[in-house]
C-alpha cells in the first residue's frame, strides 16, 4: 500500500514558513495570509513552540518568531556539505593572500547567507558570521551571480527587475568575471565576489572578500578580483569549461 504524506506535517512547514517571512505574526493573521482554519493553525503554532522552533515575541499581544534553532539546524546542514568542505582549504589561500575576511555564501529564498567565514587576522577587520542574511540588491555576492541567471530567477531572487544601475553592474561583472560593491549598507566596509558554478554551468554560490574600506583602496579592486576570482573558479571544478574565461590584464 502506498504512502500518503501527512497534511498536517505540510500544514506545519507552510506555518513555519510563514511564520519566517512575517515574523513577528499573529495566529489570526497566519491563519487569513494561509487561508487555513485558525484552530489548525494554532495546532501547529503550539508544537512548533514546544519543539523549539518558534516563540513568542516581546509585547502585550501574542505574536510569533523564529527562535535561533532554525540557524542551527542549518548550519550543520551546510557544515556537512561538499561545498563547504571543498571550501575551506581554497578560502585559506585566499585569506592569507590577501590578508583579509573571506566567505562562502550561497542562494536561499529571496536572498544569499553566509555558510562558511575565515576572518581577517588583522586587528581592524570586518566581522560577518556564520548564518548571517546577504540581501540580493546590496551585496556583492547578488552582483556577482545573478548575471548568469536567467531573467525569472533573477525576478526571484530580486522581488523585481533589475534597476538600470543594478543592469549596468551585472555588465560589468560579465566583462570582469567578479563584482564589487563599496557597500551601501555599511560605509566601512568594500566587498568582492566571484560566483562559483555547478557541473550545470549554473550559479551555485560566491566566493567573498570582505576588507575595511581603510585598507583596500580602488586601485587593489582589480588585483583583489582576480585572486577573489581564481579562488571561485577552483571551487566551480568541472564546470569552468562552460564559463567566461577569466580576463586578461593587458599591463602594456
Known amino acids: 500500500m502506498a504512502v500518503k504524506s501527512s497534511k498536517s506535517g505540510t500544514r506545519m512547514l507552510a ?10 505574526v499573529g495566529v489570526s493573521e497566519l491563519a487569513r495570509s494561509m487561508e487555513e482554519d485558525k484552530s489548525a493553525v494554532q495546532r501547529a503554532i ?16 501574542r505574536r510569533w518568531q523564529l527562535t535561533g534553532h532554525i540557524h542551527l539546524v542549518a548550519h550543520v546542514a551546510h557544515a556537512r556539505s561538499g561545498l563547504r568542505q571543498r571550501a575551506l582549504p581554497i578560502l585559506t589561500k585566499l585569506r592569507d ?25 588583522e586587528v581592524l577587520r570586518t566581522a560577518p558570521y556564520i548564518g548571517m ?4 540588491r546590496e551585496s556583492a555576492t547578488g552582483r556577482a551571480v545573478l548575471p548568469y541567471l536567467t531573467a525569472a530567477r533573477q525576478a526571484e531572487l530580486l522581488g523585481g527587475t533589475a534597476d538600470p544601475i543594478l543592469a549596468a553592474s551585472f555588465e560589468e561583472t560579465l566583462r570582469n568575471g567578479f563584482a564589487v560593491n563599496e557597500t551601501e549598507t555599511d560605509g566601512n ?6 560566483p562559483i558554478f555547478e557541473v550545470d554551468h549554473r550559479p551555485i554560490g560566491a566566493v567573498v572578500l ?16 582576480m585572486l ?25
Open 133 to 136: 542574511v546577504v540581501l540580493t
Open 228 to 252: 577573489v576570482l581564481q579562488a571561485a573558479r577552483e571551487l566551480s571544478g568541472a564546470a569552468t569549461a562552460a564559463v567566461p574565461p577569466i580576463p586578461q590584464r593587458d599591463d602594456s
Open 15 to 24: 506555518v513555519l514558513e510563514q511564520i519566517a517571512n512575517r515574523q513577528p
Open 210 to 225: 570582505s576588507a575595511p574600506r581603510s585598507r583596500l583602496a580602488p586601485e587593489a579592486y582589480q588585483r583583489i578580483g
Open 97 to 121: 593572500q590577501t590578508g583579509e575576511t573571506v566567505a562562502l555564501s550561497v542562494p536561499d529564498v529571496g536572498r544569499f547567507v553566509l555558510i562558511e567565514v575565515l576572518e581577517s587576522r
Open 189 to 194: 566596509s568594500i566587498n568582492i565576489a566571484a
Open 46 to 61: 503550539l508544537t512548533l513552540a514546544d519543539e523549539g522552533w518558534i516563540d513568542a515575541a516581546p509585547g502585550a499581544s
